[in-house]
């Protein structure tokens, strides 16, 4: 599950991930898991240790 490590980073590092290459075999446990990860994360102020995800820079990338 390559690729998963950039939604880790969360935007700290200077790359984004936008896509993944998924092979078919494990494609519906990864869409699982991925989206199980993603919901749980905490959206908050960024300097808040307990936040997973800070502020977005405009409206256009929040609804993103």
């Known amino acids: 599950m390559g690729g998963v490590g950039r939604v880790w980073h969360h935007g700290s590092a200077l ?18 898991r991925f989206v199980s990860r993603v919901k749980a994360l905490k959206v908050g102020d960024g300097l ?3 936040t ?13």
């Open 52 to 64: 997973d995800v800070g502020p977005c820079i405009n409206e256009q990338q929040l609804k993103r």
């Open 15 to 32: 790359y984004g991930g936008s896509r993944f290459g998924v092979h078919k075999s494990v494609y519906k446990e990864f869409v699982e």
């Open 48 to 50: 808040d240790p307990n």
